[in-house]
């Protein structure tokens, strides 16, 4: 496995054909533009001067000046003073000083100091001391008082707390149900987690080394969605929903930069197998 760095269109659709590279660096010159479509397991990063246009799948992190125009389902994350237009249905994480410009349906979480014009359908998060010019139909959800928003439908959120189960679920969407809460584990064609644990299909499984606290490790993961389970699980071929009990759980909030939301617990009951819309599968 290695990495490599690509100035070129040739020399990048080459990196993403090979198998044995595992990280690619686009480094191209100012005003040169390089299309990214599926990256598949590749790790895309878009630097100095370089400008990529990203569509289909493709994911790709944005540092230094970069520049990244993102279509379809395209996924950007952008940080220090990188740029980004993104349309379509894509999906954008902006931080530092970096800046966004969205439209159609696209998708912005955006912190720190980062800056997005918003408008079309777009959905817009803002954090820390982001800073947001939203369209009149443009969905701004606020999670940080010191967040400046101009225009656009504002959702306040800084009152909820999703450090607690609460809040967490309510935020989420988390059925609870007689002390328990439904949750969903995305695992491979033999019951196996990530990292091996057996999961049967209505047995109730225990954490051997349970530790209740915010952190991950030591203790069973599971996440409001099948799709957010398989974040933490990219190979997941099966997906199952879960009851936890509230007694036993601790929350790890998924509202930061990085993290998809998900919960740990000592024990959980394996309901039935579910497809990833989370639909059970007789």
């Known amino acids: 496995m290695s990495a490599t760095t690509v100035t070129t269109q040739k020399e990048l659709d080459k990196a993403l054909n090979d198998p044995d590279v595992y990280e690619i660096d686009i480094k191209s010159p100012a005003g040169v533009w390089v299309e990214l479509g599926d990256t598949g397991s590749a790790s895309v990063r878009a630097s100095g001067s370089a400008s990529v246009s990203a569509f289909d799948s493709a994911s790709v992190i944005a540092f230094g000046s970069a520049s990244v125009s993102a279509f379809d389902s395209a996924s950007v994350r952008a940080f220090d003073s990188a740029s980004v237009s993104a ?86 969407d988390v059925e609870a149900v007689d002390g328990e809460v439904i949750v969903y584990k995305a695992v491979d064609n033999d019951l196996r987690s990530g990292r091996g644990f057996l999961y049967p299909i209505g047995d109730t499984v225990t954490c051997p080394d349970w530790k209740p606290s915010g952190d991950c490790g030591n203790g069973l993961h599971f996440s409001p969605s099948p799709h957010q389970a398989q974040a933490y699980f990219s190979e997941a071929t099966r997906f199952l929903k879960c009851a936890v009990p509230v007694a036993d759980l601790a929350v790890i909030d998924g509202n930061d930069r990085f993290t998809t939301p998900k919960l740990k617990a000592k024990t959980a009951r394996v309901i039935a197998e579910v497809d990833v819309h989370g639909r059970e599968i007789s």
């Open 87 to 172: 349309s379509g249905s894509a999906s954008v994480r902006a931080s530092g000083s970096a800046s966004v410009s969205a439209f159609g349906s696209a998708s912005v979480s955006a912190f720190d100091s980062a800056s997005v014009r918003a408008s079309g359908s777009a959905s817009v998060r803002a954090f820390g001391s982001a800073i947001v010019d939203a369209g009149k139909y443009v969905a701004v959800h606020l999670h940080s008082g010191h967040a400046k928003v101009q225009g656009g439908v504002l959702i306040d959120l800084t009152a909820v707390d999703t450090q607690n189960l609460e809040g967490w679920a309510d935020y989420h």
